[in-house]
């Protein structure tokens, strides 16, 4: 056969061509495999994790959540958010999966008109002298305590400093805190609250590697989200903090409320240990942005 | 008005007992009378041993109140004598309680807000302790705060004539309060002050919390948190400010050390400047129910000197409950509209003279 | 303890030291409430709000034409109270109090409550006990709350007359 230019130059490719497919088939397309040189979302390989002096894993560092799950915990797709006439893509608000394992929420259907009235409402804000000013507007517009889980996967850091009969969890947003007691005493950490309170009431303790955090003494004023997603003063929440990597906890919380759900439901996402070297909590304390807000209407000239 | 008008023989005979257990009150002073105090009690108790956090750190945990009848400055008659002797002490503590029983939450004689008691916020039902100090103030050695500097004494002559806070001597005159930023940062929620730790009038407690590396000082007013890092980590630029200082601390001896700078203006201690203000504190476990806490004030721009005081943190019994300021407060909403009212109330009674005339 | 307003950031008195906050947090009391507008109210518990920076309390007044107005009188700060053993749970709806103190100036059945009293005149809560006297609560157990009408609001400790009206 006569070898033209054309016939040589394929010639010239094919030990291209078939070293490119034997370097495809050499690489390994098993993702167990992969693992070992890239991470897969949603593995952890096992891990032991580091102790305090007193034994237990050591959960002290500052944290933080990046699920979109403030905005709404159930699944969203992104949104304009307030003003956007002003506002433009600063006030916007990003998709993103829901953390609620099963999918939904499982409301009581007289509770789900409820969370639907509380998001037609979220930026109706009407300040009493009483609790009727927690009646309509999102708590978290308001600078209010988020509460718990909220606080949890708001995108901001909070730092956990851990102690054998104490933790404290302190959150950046509104320096909101829990006292996490580790022991009972009948004085000075009793099983029930005393006085209900925004962050709850907490008892922690450990179940092999895993911090669980038992919560009851609700108010019934914070939210779950800006979707209304909300509970009443019988609100449990149990959490499960587990240090999965060096730099990361996997965190879980049953939430039950038998006046507004039907059953127990569960969300979970990882939170990260922040990396920044010298990294601090700073001052986001809200309140001093929302006055106008809140107390506008009983100002001398409402308009300044 | 019901039963509240002296204090009781029993309460005479516990508060004498409480002057007379603290063995380091005594051990400060240099007073004959301590030796012969000591003299007095001959039957060797079991030394107290600084306890340690699991990871070796002296242990400051706990509840600590800094409630105190101890004048910041040293009134005039002690001279330079740092201490008061066993018979002063009892007596100042005797009729702190008897004042404290009376306590009532007024701005004036006429204006009884309500009476302290009967929600245990009284001094003594708050676990007062006894201080065998003459003042809070120890250096300079006359227990008086130094002078002002030139620039200062005018920036607080400003704030007393145009602050927010005018004199209420007549409880009927206007109050200005426009906006909320004519109130106050306690009365809006936003900060209720600190470092350094003073006696407040009630509600004056913290709870210290040790963990790795950290040391966290939760105060009682809004739970407002400091966290202390202890790592050797330099402190922020200048560019950053917070409503508490921030803090960076280490331990020397047995004694925590914390340098605090980078306060907001408008937030700092006796107004002070938040460019130049630096305050040093010292927490140091004196005995099982005490830590001894000093603090030092350095602001050349405010005070011709620095100063020191010493304020002493006595254990009380928790919990420390969340205080949900902002979300309960209806003292702003209260205000706002009362001065509404007020105003309203003006422009009538104005308008009716005007028709009348 | 009277205190004396001295400056904006710092204030001494007799003998107590106050910081800035805890004294200050008061200094707007005229500007709230009335001290031209002192009331007395009897009236029964409805709500029990230990909140800070003042508890509430809500209290059902019942005139002698038989109308119920519901009023909010401030008290101090729970704080100490929880610490004292006071829960949520101590003070049952339906207890019977009777309240002196000034009105709001901006609302109509607000107040402060400057003296709280049970009808026999023991103060409310731990007013009136001796220091030192730990745990004494005079608080009434549900069975001991009974209701009296608006006209016996005068005088405490004389509920007897009471129901011949």
Redesign the interface.
């Known amino acids: 056969m006569k070898v033209t230019p054309l016939l040589l130059f394929l010639f010239a490719c094919a030990p291209m061509v078939v070293s490119a497919q034997t370097a495809a088939q050499r690489r390994p397309v098993n993702a167990a495999a992969a693992a070992s040189k890239i991470s897969t979302p949603g593995e952890f390989p096992p891990y032991k994790p580091p102790l305090?002096?007193?034994g237990k894993p050591?959960f002290?560092g500052i944290w933080q959540a990046f699920v979109t799950a403030d905005i709404d915990i159930q699944d969203h797709d992104a949104q304009a958010g307030p003003h956007p006439d002003i506002m433009g893509a600063y006030g916007a608000w990003p998709g993103g999966q829901g953390i609620v394992e099963g999918g939904e929420i499982p409301y009581k259907p007289e509770a789900l008109a409820k969370k639907k009235e509380n998001a037609e409402k979220r930026m109706v804000v009407n300040?009493?002298?009483?609790?009727r000013r927690h009646e309509t507007g999102d708590?978290e517009l308001?600078?209010?305590?988020p509460g718990i889980p909220r606080a949890n996967y708001m995108p901001f850091p909070f730092?956990?400093?851990?102690?054998?009969?104490?933790i404290?969890m302190?959150y950046e947003f509104?320096?909101a805190?829990r006292?996490v007691y580790m022991k009972n005493d009948d004085?000075?950490?009793p099983k029930?609250?005393?006085?209900?309170?925004?962050?709850g009431w907490s008892h922690g303790h450990f179940e092999g590697d895993t911090l669980v955090i038992d919560t009851t003494g609700f108010?019934p004023?914070t939210w779950f989200d800006r979707a209304g997603d909300y509970h009443s003063d019988a609100l449990h929440v149990v959490e499960r903090y587990t240090l999965v990597s060096p730099y990361h906890i996997m965190y879980e919380a049953t939430i039950e409320d038998p006046n507004v759900f039907t059953h127990p439901w569960k969300i979970s996402f990882p939170l990260y240990r922040r990396m920044e070297k010298?990294i601090?909590?700073?001052?986001f304390?809200c309140?001093?942005f929302v006055?106008?807000l809140?107390?506008g209407p009983?100002?001398?000239?409402p308009s300044? | 008005m019901g039963n509240r008008s002296g204090v009781s023989p029993k309460a005479l005979i516990i508060a004498a007992a409480l002057i007379a257990a603290p063995g380091w009150l005594v051990a400060q002073t240099n007073s004959p009378s301590a030796a012969a105090n000591k003299a007095a009690k001959p039957e060797a108790k079991k030394a107290w041993v600084l306890p340690h956090t699991p990871d070796g750190q002296p242990d400051l945990q706990g509840y600590w109140t800094s409630l105190s009848f101890t004048p910041m400055e040293r009134p005039a008659k002690y001279g330079n004598r740092e201490f008061l002797t066993e018979e002063e002490a009892t007596q100042i503590y005797k009729e702190g309680i008897q004042h404290s029983y009376e306590f009532t939450f007024n701005d004036r004689a006429e204006t009884p807000v309500y009476d302290a008691t009967v929600y245990a916020l009284s001094a003594w039902q708050e676990g007062v302790a006894p201080n065998r100090r003459t003042s809070l103030v120890v250096d300079p050695p006359d227990g008086k705060i130094p002078a002002l500097t030139p620039e200062a004494a005018k920036v607080r002559e400003a704030m007393r004539k145009h602050g927010p806070n005018q004199d209420y001597a007549d409880p009927n005159a206007p109050v200005k309060a426009d906006t909320a930023e004519d109130l106050n940062l306690g009365e809006r929620c936003i900060s209720f002050g600190g470092p350094p730790i003073l006696p407040g009038a009630y509600n004056s407690n913290f709870h210290i919390v040790q963990g790795a590396g950290f040391v966290t000082i939760e105060y009682e007013w809004n739970n407002e948190m400091r966290i202390i890092p202890l790592d050797g980590r330099a402190p922020l630029s200048s560019n950053i400010h917070r409503w508490h200082g921030d803090s960076r601390g280490h331990w020397e001896g047995n004694t925590l050390v914390v340098e605090t700078t980078n306060f907001r203006p408008g937030a700092t201690f006796q107004g002070a400047n938040p460019k130049t203000l630096k305050i040093t504190e010292y927490f140091t476990r004196a005995d099982q129910n005490t830590i001894e806490y000093k603090f030092t004030i350095s602001d050349p721009s405010t005070w011709t000197r620095p100063w020191s005081a010493i304020v002493p943190l006595s254990h009380m019994n928790g919990p420390i409950p969340e205080y949900d300021c902002s979300e309960n407060n209806n003292d702003a909403v209260n205000i706002l509209a009362g001065a509404r009212a007020t105003e309203k109330a003006a422009a009538e009674k104005a308008k009716k003279i005007s028709q009348i005339n | 303890m009277r205190v004396a307003l001295a400056g904006t950031m710092f204030v001494a008195a007799l003998g107590l030291l106050m910081t800035a906050a805890p004294v200050q947090a008061h200094h707007a009391f005229a500007a709230t409430f009335d001290t031209n507008k002192p009331v007395v109210v009897h009236c029964t518990i409805t709500k029990v709000e230990l909140i800070n920076p003042h508890s509430w309390f809500w209290c059902d007044e019942k005139a002698s034409d038989g109308n119920v107005v519901n009023w909010g009188f401030e008290g101090g700060s729970p704080n100490s109270l929880i610490r004292h053993g006071v829960t949520k749970n101590t003070i049952p709806v339906g207890t019977e109090l009777i309240i002196q103190g000034y009105q709001s100036k901006a609302f109509e059945h607000k107040g402060v409550g400057v003296n709280m009293t049970f009808p026999d005149g023991r103060k409310f809560l731990f007013g009136g006990s001796a220091p030192g006297a730990e745990g004494e609560v005079a608080v009434p157990t549900k069975d001991e709350v009974a209701p009296v009408s608006k006209d016996n609001k005068s005088d405490s400790g004389k509920s007897d007359d009471s129901s011949k009206k």
């Open positions: 305090t002096a007193d050591d002290n300040i009493t002298s009483d609790d708590p308001k600078c209010y305590r730092q956990i400093i851990q102690s054998t009969d104490n404290m302190v509104e320096h805190l006292t004085k000075e950490a029930d609250a005393p006085a209900d309170s925004w962050m108010v004023w010298n601090q909590l700073l001052d304390d309140v001093e006055e106008k809140l107390y009983y100002y001398k000239d300044k």
